[in-house]
């Protein structure tokens, strides 16, 4: 299966946490990249995170960096999203995406046409 699954959403309180996962068994972690997208309703989706598979860079929007962290379970061809200090306005459907254009994983990181594969998406709730 090459689709990404998402899982590990629900509802916290500002300032609390939560771990996303996706587990994408047709990606193979070597080349390309994975990413976290969002969207929350009546905006565009936005990129969130992105792993770089090309120079296993870690990257992420100003707007999570510092709360916002990626790790990767290689073995399981898994990308975790953690989640801490969450704010009212990380509410969102979040999405999992990966890719095998490592051109464009480098130069467009959080185009969403740069990326092959999209999860289901797994909604975060975060009230004040």
């Known amino acids: 299966q090459v689709q990404p699954v998402e899982s590990g959403g629900g509802s916290v309180q500002a300032g609390g946490s939560l771990r996303l996962s996706c587990a994408a068994s047709g990606y193979s972690g070597s080349s390309g990249c994975m990413a976290w997208f969002r969207q929350a309703p009546g905006k565009e989706r936005e990129g969130v995170a992105q792993?770089?598979?090309?120079?296993?860079?870690?990257v992420y929007a100003d707007s999570v960096k510092g709360r916002f962290s990626i790790s990767l379970d290689n073995a399981k061809n898994t990308i975790h999203l953690q989640m801490n200090s969450l704010k009212p306005e990380d509410t969102a459907m979040y999405y999992c995406?990966?890719?095998?254009?490592?051109?464009?994983?480098?130069?467009?990181?959080?185009?969403?046409?740069?990326?092959?594969?999209w999860g289901q998406g797994t909604q975060v709730t975060v009230s004040s």
């Open positions: 792993y770089d598979a090309d120079d296993g860079s870690l």
């Open positions: 995406a990966t890719s095998y254009y490592t051109y464009l994983c480098t130069r467009r990181r959080f185009r969403t046409d740069t990326y092959n594969y």
